[in-house]
């Protein structure tokens, strides 16, 4: 069974920088592709960034060239860096895995974090 543990949330200026990481624990000869979605207050949950097991990333209009993903995958973690941040980044951060490979088997498999606070203020 897969499970995600986030960290690195919490309160910042705007203009300043956290670092997020979501650890995935399971299956520990696969890989992972993973994504990061993010829901504020009062909103629904919206997608921020994608990174498949290859590396390629994408990202939400609203967080490009401010945020990067990025990925260890002997440690099938997930990062991400967000910079230049802005107080309508405020939300709660979900790391939720897309899709799980294993050798030659690859299947679609949703599984969501817990969540981590960011909270940027003026």
């Known amino acids: 069974q897969v499970q995600l543990m986030e960290s690195g949330g919490g309160s910042v200026l705007a203009g300043g920088s956290l670092r997020l990481s979501c650890a995935a624990s399971g299956y520990p000869y696969c890989s992972y592709d993973m994504g990061w979605y993010r829901q504020a207050p009062g909103k629904e949950r919206e997608f921020v960034s994608a990174i498949d097991r290859d590396g390629s990333t994408t990202y939400a209009d609203s967080v490009k060239g401010r945020f990067t993903i990025s990925q260890n995958n002997a440690k099938n973690t997930v990062y991400l860096q967000m910079n230049s941040l802005k107080v309508e980044d405020t939300a709660v951060y979900y790391c939720?895995?897309?899709?799980?490979?294993?050798?030659?088997?690859?299947?679609?498999?949703?599984?969501w974090g817990q969540g981590t606070l960011v909270t940027v203020s003026s």
């Open positions: 939720k895995t897309n899709r799980l490979t294993c050798g030659v088997r690859s299947w679609s498999l949703e599984v």
